[in-house]
């Protein structure tokens, strides 16, 4: 037990320097720097940085981005937006650690690790999504329930929101990550391929990849997050000194991620068809993933317990060594003041 927890650790370092968000990714954003037009002289400029994942748990922020409309709104501010993609949220995560960033979104593991380990982050916003998640195994496996899962290898991203998922299902069925299951480290976009070709048994995905798998042929979602108390929850986060320092702009853009959130509740399909071509996704399979987030802006009661849990999970993991609270992390106050 010991050695296998040893081994574990091992494998989270690994796994948190790689994807544990939406796949395999490097640590260098692609940027691209569009000032915005204003009255205002270069030197009395400010600048905001924003960091971007594809997910289907951050739409609003892709709608605000196409739709030009956060650029619409700095430049009533005089602030220049400059953009860096990424494809997971532990590259991002060293962005913001080197300051090159100043607002983000990110998935729950990498939020609560990088704030408990010393970096002076806040969460202004949030997104939830218990089915977000899922467990897939194939129609002829056998596998009915997390009870037949005794003795069976599962593929899961090692240190990730998936692990935590996977803990979760198996506990519910009064079995053991370390010693009851056969653990398989795989990146998203390798659990497709050794699902279908039968190298696991189950794999654990998030969205948009639950909804792309099990639109295959003998492919099935055994147990979503839902149905293991798993709130699934993504996060807006910032550098506490740029919020501090620049209350207007936070607010600006919060403004404009509403508005966004707003547009895409109440006409998804205006919106899906460019969404869906961002993402490499079908337009049905983007709807349909998309349907399991929800995008309440403000920290819930069931958000905040929620990454209270993952603290719990990447402790356990040895990803971090204290405990933290993230109500000392959460500051949606402008949030708050935007839905109002």
């Known amino acids: 037990m010991k050695q296998w927890k040893k081994a574990m650790t091992l494998l989270l370092a690994v796994a948190l320097m790689a994807s544990c968000v939406t796949g395999c990714g490097s640590s260098s954003p692609k940027q691209s720097n569009e000032p915005a037009s204003s009255n205002t002289t270069e030197a009395e400029k ?5 960091a971007i994942q594809p997910s289907c748990a951050f739409i609003p922020f892709y709608i605000a981005r196409e739709n030009g409309w956060i650029e619409e709104a700095m430049e009533e501010l005089g602030v220049d937006v400059v953009w860096s993609d990424f494809e997971s949220g532990p590259p991002m995560n060293e962005s913001f650690a080197a300051g090159q960033q100043d607002i983000g979104v990110i998935g729950d593991v990498p939020a ?17 999504g218990g089915a977000f998640s899922a467990m897939l195994v194939m129609e002829d496996s056998g596998i009915n329930s997390a ?14 929101t998936g692990q935590n998922l996977t803990q979760k299902i198996l506990e519910s069925a ?5 010693t009851d299951i056969e653990a398989i480290n795989v990146s998203m976009g390798e659990a497709q391929m050794v699902l279908t070709n039968h190298n696991v048994d189950a794999v654990v995905v998030w969205e948009p990849n639950v909804s792309r798998i099990a639109a295959i042929d003998g492919v099935k979602i055994l147990i979503d997050g839902s149905k293991v108390g798993f709130g699934g929850v993504n996060v807006v986060f910032a550098r506490k000194a740029f919020v501090d320092e620049n209350p207007d702009i936070v607010k600006a853009f919060l403004e404009q991620y509403w508005r966004a959130t707003k547009a895409f509740e109440e006409s998804p399909e205006d919106y899906s068809e460019k969404i869906a071509e961002i993402f490499h996704l079908d337009e049905e399979l983007l709807l349909e993933a998309s349907s399991k987030c929800i995008y309440p802006l403000q920290f819930t009661e069931t958000a905040t317990e929620s990454l209270q849990d993952t603290v719990s999970f990447v402790l356990g993991i040895g990803g971090i060594t204290d405990v933290i609270s993230v109500k000392d992390y959460i500051a949606d106050n402008i949030a708050k003041t935007v839905i109002q």
Request: neutral net charge; aromatic residues 8%.
């Open 46 to 50: 400010r600048v905001v940085r924003l």
């Open 147 to 160: 009870a037949d899962l005794k003795g069976k290898k599962i593929g899961v991203t090692i240190g990730s």
């Open 112 to 128: 609560v690790t990088a704030v408990a380990n010393g970096q002076e982050n806040v969460f202004i916003a949030a997104e939830e």
């Open 174 to 178: 009064g079995l053991d990550f370390y």
